[in-house]
């Protein structure tokens, strides 16, 4: 019943733009952090962005100045606007939610299926 979804991924040509978001199901996103993480082919899933229950935003080196997390508690739902988008940047994203922000995937209770992203020419 506890249950994160995520939409808007698709393909991008380098410099485009696209509007990740996380909708929950099943709870109320107010009180919970919220994680974006993504994960390439041979790579380890690496954190992108977190939003705490009180909306303090982080990000990784690589995506901060083009990427902006935000969270719209009214409509339980969590976005991550990705712009100047990079062939780097592709990967399936997704979203997870925890009672405190973390870096880390494993400390991440509850998980969505996950949006592909690719960048290409």
């Known amino acids: 019943q506890l249950q994160l979804v995520e939409s808007g991924g698709g393909w991008v040509q380098p410099g485009g733009s696209l509007r990740l978001s996380c909708t929950a199901s099943?709870?109320?996103?107010?009180?919970?952090?919220i994680g974006w993480f993504r994960q390439a082919p041979g790579k380890e899933r690496e954190g992108v962005s977190l939003i705490s229950s009180s909306g303090v935003t982080w990000y990784t080196d690589s995506v901060k100045g083009r990427f902006t997390i935000s969270r719209d508690n009214a409509k339980n739902t969590v976005a991550l606007e990705m712009n100047s988008l990079k062939p780097e940047d592709t990967a399936v994203y997704y979203c997870a939610g925890n009672v405190r922000p973390s870096w880390h995937a494993r400390d991440y209770d509850y998980w969505g299926q996950g949006t592909q992203v690719t960048v290409s020419s």
């Open positions: 099943g709870f109320r996103l107010d009180n919970v952090a």
